[in-house]
């Protein structure tokens, strides 16, 4: 299978309900590439916890607040990036302890960056207090990893 070079963005309101939209905008964005249904599963479960932690953390809820969503496809590597213009992660190190939550009066289970963490093949994390967070996701597709070998 010849693989192309793909990408999309999109950019929409820092409101809960936008989150199931950016799961099934990146899902059939990446749904054109020979993809397990696992590996489809994981993304879309990355995407949640990227854009919920934007809404709830960034932005604290406020619909004024703008996420944005890139995805890059290239040679069978998926690369995702998720930035807000929030108020930024004090303690990158601290934010990314499982468990950790900033939000317990929401339930929260502070798993989020282990969830992306475990799910991709890397995460970054850039950040400045006031200004934003930006998470960068990468992960190499089972068929890309076969056509290596």
Do not use: C, W
Not at 21 to 37: E, G, K, N
Not at 42 to 50: D, L, M, R, Y
Not at 76 to 84: L, R, T
Request: negative net charge; glycine residues 6%.
């Amino acid at each position: 299978m010849k693989v192309q070079r793909n990408f999309m963005t999109v950019s929409f309101a820092a409101v809960s309900q936008n989150e199931a939209f950016a799961r099934v905008a990146v899902a059939s964005f990446i749904s054109q590439l020979d993809i397990t249904m696992d590996e489809l599963e994981e993304i879309k479960t990355v995407i949640s916890e990227a854009v919920t932690n934007a809404i709830i953390h960034g932005y604290d809820e406020n619909p004024e607040g703008v996420v944005h969503i890139s995805v890059q496809i290239n040679d069978g590597v998926i690369d995702v990036v998720v930035e807000d213009k929030g108020k930024g992660i004090e303690d990158v190190e601290q934010a990314m302890q499982p468990l950790y939550t900033t939000k317990p009066e929401l339930e929260r289970s502070g798993m989020g960056f282990t969830i992306m963490e475990n799910f991709m093949d890397s995460l970054e994390v850039a950040t400045s207090v006031g200004k934003g967070t930006t998470v960068r996701l990468t992960k190499r597709l089972s068929f890309a990893k076969a056509l290596q070998n």
